[in-house]
């Protein structure tokens, strides 16, 4: 029989600990308790606390600050989980000094301090910048969607909302009415509790959305269309993902190429990264302006951004800062000759099995236009663009779509309301070749376009990868666009410290 040794709980041991000694240098705690105690300026954050002659003392700011950070660091990001780490591990007793705040002040700091994160993110900034860290050769900006605190089930035009508030009004007269039935028969006294518990629901729930309606006017987009707003976050807005549609933020990360330091970090409750670039781009040449780095970032450094903020007016405003910059467009890889293999690849697509323009008769000369069942088309767009090419565009009238036996061979879905349209393309020489599109085209489809933009992907991809996997950062945990953004720097800040504290920056 083996004999194991003995194992005595019921002894006593005193453990001695030092908590500086715990912080051991060159590791990522050893970097922020530096940075806190040493480098980095929080009185921003005393504008938050009126206790100078009453009340008790509170927090210091650059405990509660580490503790976040480091919490972050370890992907822990509920407050009542960091309350416990505080009681429970020794490395946050280290940095905070046996603090214990409860998960409530910690919540609370994290969520009314964006404007004071905001300052610790730049002056984390500037010891990267004073430390050699970034470059300023080339920046690369990229976003991701992530969930917030809000359900897309709050969320909808206010002609949306409305109609939900109808429902569920009508839906609490329908139990009512069914309750009073009941009542009348001698009720089944947990059944009437429970149903009185769903109308008590139901009523809040619709008084929730008529108080949003009244106080809140439609949510409209830059062309003026209305967005849908979120009952719970009006801030917030939905998203499509690869993985389904969510209700969130877009947090957009500006990255330098040296070292893939964030140098500008922002979250917005915008459906299209698009309308991102201007101000993100604005405010990270304030910021350097701000610290005295540099008069003109947009002018000296590069830029490299994917089709998700390819827009003409992006281009324009682009060429106007003089900036060097590198947007790709949606077909960019489909003209990329070392991806012409690619399609060999892809499993074969299933033949189109509607007429294409070339079945048309088109005649160039009287901009005329028949099907092929022989019906004229009629003209409705001279010089349509699509994908930098310009065409005339033509649709088949809907009376004559409707009841026509080719249908299924000319629409896209047999059962589609609406009729055919086709564009049949100028020839390549009546383009403008010099249009800002097709500038950009040629730029990024040279040799050395090419081998700028390839290292985009080197220079943005990992802090989201860090973020998103290391840190395991899936959601926003807050509402409202400042203390989402306030998050998001937070996160930006535990990447930016763990970079000075891996290239020995610090300590
Ligand atoms: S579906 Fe419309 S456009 Fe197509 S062949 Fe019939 S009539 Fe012509």
Same mark, same amino acid.
């Given at each position: ?7 005595? @709980? ?43 002659? %009453?009340? +008790?003392? +509170? ?57 004071? !994160?905001? &300052? ?10 004073? *430390?050699?860290?970034?470059?300023? #050769?080339?920046? +690369?900006?990229?976003?991701?969607? @992530?969930? *917030?605190?809000? *359900?897309?089930?709050?969320?909808? &035009? ?14 609490? $007269? %329908? ?19 429970? &149903? ?79 309308? @991102? ?23 000296? &450094? ?18 106007? #800062?003089?900036?060097?910059?590198? !947007? ?13 293999? +690619? ?63 080719? %249908? ?9 309301? *609406? ?35 390839? =290292? =985009? ?10 973020? $998103? ?5 899936? %959601? ?16 930006? @800040? ?11 920056? !610090?300590?």
């Amino acid at each position: 029989m083996p004999r194991y040794k003995p194992v005595n @709980l019921a002894q006593d041991a005193f453990v001695p600990v030092c908590f500086e000694k715990q912080i051991l240098p060159g590791t990522f705690e050893y970097a922020l308790h530096h940075l806190m105690e040493h480098k980095v300026d929080l009185s921003a954050f005393d504008a938050y606390y009126d206790n100078d002659n %009453r009340g +008790a003392r +509170a927090y210091d700011p650059k405990v509660l600050l580490k503790i976040v950070l480091f919490a972050y660091s370890r992907g822990i990001i509920g407050s009542r989980r960091i309350e416990r780490a505080c009681r429970e591990n020794i490395q946050f007793m280290a940095l905070s000094g046996q603090a214990m705040p409860d998960h409530a002040t910690i919540a609370a700091f994290i969520s009314r301090s964006p404007e004071a !994160i905001q &300052t610790v993110f730049q002056e984390v900034l500037l010891v990267c910048e004073q *430390s050699g860290l970034v470059g300023r #050769e080339m920046f +690369a900006i990229d976003g991701v969607k @992530l969930p *917030s605190n809000a *359900s897309k089930e709050w969320s909808g &035009t206010h002609d949306e909302l409305a109609a939900k508030a109808r429902k569920l009004d009508r839906a609490i $007269r %329908r139990m009512l009415k069914a309750h009073r039935a009941e009542d009348e028969k001698g009720e089944d006294p947990d059944l009437g509790h429970y &149903t009185r518990q769903q109308i008590e629901k139901l009523e809040r729930q619709s008084r929730k959305i008529k108080a949003f309606l009244k106080h809140n006017a439609p949510k409209l987009g830059p062309k003026g269309k209305e967005r849908k707003s979120n009952v719970t976050d009006q801030e917030s807005a939905k998203l499509a993902t690869g993985k389904g549609v969510i209700q969130g933020y877009t947090a957009v990360a500006v990255t330098d190429a040296k070292h893939q330091i964030i140098v500008e970090a922002q979250a917005h409750g915008v459906p299209q990264e698009q309308e @991102l670039l201007q101000p993100i781009l604005e405010d990270l040449q304030a910021q350097y302006q701000a610290l005295g780095l540099s008069p003109n970032i947009h002018g000296q &450094t590069r830029l490299t951004a994917d089709a998700g903020f390819h827009s003409t007016a992006n281009l324009q405003w682009l060429e106007d #800062e003089y900036c060097d910059a590198y !947007i790709a467009d949606n077909r960019f890889r489909k003209r990329d000759p070392r991806f012409a293999e +690619a399609e060999k690849y892809k499993p074969p697509k299933p033949l189109p099995k509607r007429f294409r323009p070339r079945d048309f008769r088109y005649d160039p000369d009287q901009l005329t236009c028949t099907c092929p069942a022989g019906k004229a088309l009629y003209r409705n767009g001279a010089n349509v663009r699509i994908n930098g090419r310009t065409g005339i565009k033509f649709t088949a009238p809907k009376s004559a779509c409707e009841p026509c036996h080719l %249908r299924a061979k000319c629409l896209q879905d047999e059962h589609q309301k *609406s009729p055919r349209q086709v564009v049949f393309f100028h020839p390549k020489e009546e383009q403008q070749p010099q249009s800002l599109i097709d500038k950009m085209k040629q730029k990024i489809d040279s040799l050395r376009g090419r081998m700028i933009y390839s =290292r =985009r992907l080197g220079t943005v991809e990992p802090p989201f990868g860090n973020l $998103r996997y290391h840190k395991g950062l899936n %959601r926003f945990t807050l509402r409202g666009r400042k203390k989402v953004d306030g998050q998001w720097k937070l996160y930006a @800040l535990v990447h930016n410290i763990e970079k000075l504290a891996h290239y020995g920056a !610090i300590g």
